[in-house]
């Protein structure tokens, strides 16, 4: 194994966003920091190996690396997208939980904005907790990836150079700029259906939006159209057009925080396909049925948007709209948020799982198609769009070489 991959210093310098000495230390320490993380990797000798050493030396392969089961050009390949997808989530995830999640020593400055916290506890009083729990997850995920690249040898993966958005100018919005953009999402709710039905996106099911949201903001954007004093009634929600305002802002984020996991639990699922050494597929693996765990909670609180007695709450601004799903056909009933068998291998039962699972639909160009839809990257510039499409090529190009 080279101490640099060539594809990946290719894909790096298409776009230049060389990771700083002192970022890629940043990115070790906070790896080589967690407790867990040295126990399982037999790591603890080396907390004191700057990590700008480690990977000029390959010090780290030694160190962590196996004689057998070396990773391939093609499993660093997965591995760099899914960093760069779960940096993308962290940054996304660090914004709501700004405004939205539970302050707490690890995270002292998450849930700013109180009006936006009472909206989402609408939802589910628990919503701030899992809302800083999620980001926890999302910030652990990319850290580890990138401190198994670079035990590998590997250049850490760092969209720095991106991050040019200017940050919501609500209260939780902070001053750090951003890579993603939640002020005007158009989020794709079709997941509610395709997991209720019994036909498969993998053999051309299509499937329309339980809930049409468009251009709508996720997170508050201006104080003085929802100040964050102000505070939600319980529902059901009053007309008091400022309210509705939020509450529908909070809704939809509900929608959108599933809409994001599921989209991960594909993509992983997806990627563990074409994974060869049993280490990373081990990753893989492990990761994605995160992204599904998180998914299975987002599914069962955005239900809560679309039933007694949230129902109804109409965006005075946008228009979204909120209906009660539990009025129609059994098929949108919000407790049945358990994945429906359906058709998975030909000629055999239906099965309860994870769907799409094919490159079309959930490899790493289609999320980063599916993510570029909704809105998320509105802002970015030409270059964020060439590095991670390309990111997402050499994933998908992947192959298993086993046999
Ligand atoms: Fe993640
Ligand atoms: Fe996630």
Not at 234 to 246: K, L, S
Not at 319 to 331: K, Q, W
Not at 342 to 368: H, K, M, N, Y
Request: overall charge negative.
């Amino acid at each position: 194994m080279t101490v640099n991959d060539e594809r990946a210093n290719a894909v790096e310098n298409a776009a230049q966003p060389e990771a700083s000495d002192e970022h890629l230390q940043k990115i070790w320490d906070r790896v080589v920091g967690r407790r867990a993380f040295l126990r399982q990797a037999g790591l603890a000798s080396a907390v004191a190996v700057p990590a700008s050493a480690i990977v000029a030396s390959g010090a780290g392969a030694k160190v962590l690396g196996r004689a057998r089961d070396q990773p391939t050009k093609g499993d660093f390949a997965i591995l760099r997208f899914l960093c760069a997808a779960e940096i993308i989530e962290s940054d996304l995830w660090e914004q709501y939980a700004g405004f939205g999640g539970q302050a707490s020593a690890g995270r002292p400055n998450d849930g700013q904005n109180g009006f936006y916290v009472s909206a989402l506890e609408n939802l589910d009083s628990d919503m701030p907790q899992y809302i800083s729990d999620n980001t926890d997850d999302e910030e652990s995920h990319q850290a580890f990836i990138n401190g198994y690249l670079m035990s590998k040898g590997q250049r850490p993966v760092s969209l720095e150079p991106f991050r040019t958005l200017s940050p919501s100018q609500a209260t939780g919005g902070g001053t750090k700029k951003r890579l993603t953009n939640l002020t005007g999402l158009n989020v794709d709710t079709s997941w509610y259906l395709r997991y209720r039905a019994v036909t498969n996106p993998d053999f051309g099911a299509t499937f329309g939006q339980a809930v049409t949201i468009k251009n709508q903001p996720v997170i508050p954007v201006s104080d003085a159209e929802t100040p964050p004093g102000d505070t939600e009634s319980a529902p059901p929600i009053p007309a008091d057009p400022v309210q509705q305002r939020m509450q529908a802002i909070a809704n939809s984020a509900g929608f959108h925080f599933a809409m994001i996991e599921q989209g991960g639990s594909s993509l992983y699922t997806t990627m563990s396909l074409k994974a060869t050494s049993l280490e990373v597929l081990r990753i893989v693996v492990a990761i994605g049925g995160v992204e599904t765990n998180h998914f299975s909670l987002w599914h069962d609180k955005a239900g809560n948007a679309v039933a007694d007695p949230l129902a109804g709450v109409t965006d005075p601004k946008t228009g979204t709209t909120f209906p009660n799903l539990n009025t129609g056909s059994e098929a949108t009933q919000t407790n049945l948020i358990l994945p429906e068998p359906c058709e998975f291998i030909p000629g055999l039962p239906d099965c309860s799982v994870v769907r799409p699972t094919i490159d079309a639909l959930a490899g790493a160009q289609a999320a980063v198609a599916a993510l570029t839809a909704d809105g998320l990257f509105n802002g970015q510039s030409d270059d964020f769009f060439r590095f991670i499409k390309r990111l997402a090529r050499d994933a998908d190009a992947a192959k298993r070489e086993i046999g």
